[in-house]
């Protein structure tokens, strides 16, 4: 099994609503992330996770929340979120963080759109 | 600080032409260069990479070679396919611990 499962794909939601983003990896990796990406622009890196302790937040506006339950699960609470935030969000996994030569996994993402 | 530039697109060809997508980086050190390909709805996929100098990349009928002398990693192929339509992009990884450094992303656009 070398996929990275989102759910899910399609997400509409109210600016007072909070909802949660899914991703489920089950090759052992140990690394995970949550990147935004806008239509035709690359990916904008969010968060990281190593060993389930997160690693990296590149500054996200606490109306994101990341939660890693296990080492297999990622979760994307949204609340309050503007209609800006609207996007593809992508989940990630790569065996480790600690090597510049790892091939990262990427989900299908889930397609936000905040009314 | 670290970057990566790609050329701008859309880049447009017909089927069986001749495909370059140039990309070149500035890094501290020696990084790993990856191309990564976006089908349309899809997440990204690893398409090729290579570590150190000199070394190619190579997948699906496209290569890539890391240049150091000139910080280069120009994606190509020799034969492109209407299914080869696709947003790439270049990226790097610089330091462990670290994640990639994506460029801004080149759409291919071929017809038949």
């Known amino acids: 099994d070398t996929e990275v499962t989102q759910t899910p794909k399609h997400l509409v939601m109210g600016m007072t609503n909070k909802k949660s983003l899914k991703c489920e990896q089950h090759?052992?990796?140990?690394?995970m992330y949550w990147y935004k990406q806008k239509a035709k622009k690359p990916p904008e890196l969010m968060f990281v996770y190593s060993y389930e302790k997160l690693s990296i937040n590149e500054s996200v506006p606490s109306r994101f929340s990341p939660e890693c339950p296990n080492s297999s699960l990622l979760n994307l609470h949204l609340h309050a979120l503007q209609p800006e935030d609207s996007a593809l969000y992508l989940c990630?996994?790569?065996?480790?963080?600690?090597?510049?030569?790892?091939?990262?996994?990427f989900g299908s993402g889930t397609q936000l759109s905040v009314l | 600080g670290d970057s990566v530039t790609q050329m701008e697109g859309p880049v447009t060809l017909s089927e069986e032409a001749f495909l370059t997508i140039n990309c070149t980086y500035t890094?501290?050190?020696?990084?790993?260069l990856f191309w990564y390909v976006q089908y349309p709805g899809e997440g990204l996929q690893l398409l090729l990479k290579a570590t150190k100098a000199d070394d190619k990349g190579s997948n699906k009928g496209f290569e890539a070679t890391y240049r150091k002398e000139t910080t280069s990693f120009h994606l190509e192929k020799g034969s492109v396919q209407v299914s080869d339509s696709a947003v790439y992009f270049c990226a790097l990884s610089y330091q462990a611990g670290t994640a990639l450094i994506f460029g801004k992303g080149t759409t291919l656009s071929v017809s038949s």
């Open positions: 090759m052992g990796h140990r690394a």
């Open positions: 890094a501290t050190g020696y990084p790993s």
């Open positions: 990630a996994s790569s065996q480790d963080l600690g090597r510049t030569n790892e091939k990262l996994f």
